[in-house]
């Protein structure tokens, strides 16, 4: 093995630990995000959308209750948005910031704020499970 080869293989390694460091991040983020959202109808769950850019405002008129395929949709866009410069995941409807306020007693203390404040440690653990890999 050469040098070059030596680097070359650890800068792939480096760009798999990320790739599935910012999937990982994506997909955790959005599934607390989807599971903590009150849910009357299943529409507020199913306008968490991931992207390069902010939901457009006024959301969809999509509904999933339990949640799982927002979030089959967000690891769909976790895959191919790795190397983005940015990620976006945001929820376009009109009176997500209401719920988020704590309007709904399904979740009284909100979804976003509850789940920025574990981000560090979603990191932690995600970044512990890909030193071996």
Known sequence: MTATNDARRIGLKIDRKADRLVRGLVLETTGRL????PVLTGRARANWQVG?????????????????ATIAGAARAARQLANAARI??????????????????????GMVSTTLAELKAITRKIAR???NV
């Open 34 to 37: 989807v599971k903590r959202t």
């Open 52 to 68: 390069t850019k902010p939901a457009k405002k006024g959301g969809t008129d999509k509904k999933d209750r339990g949640g799982s």
């Open 129 to 131: 499970s890909l030193r």
């Open 88 to 109: 976006f995941i945001t929820n376009g409807l009109p009176y997500i910031a209401a719920l988020d306020k704590g309007s709904s007693s399904q979740a009284p203390n």
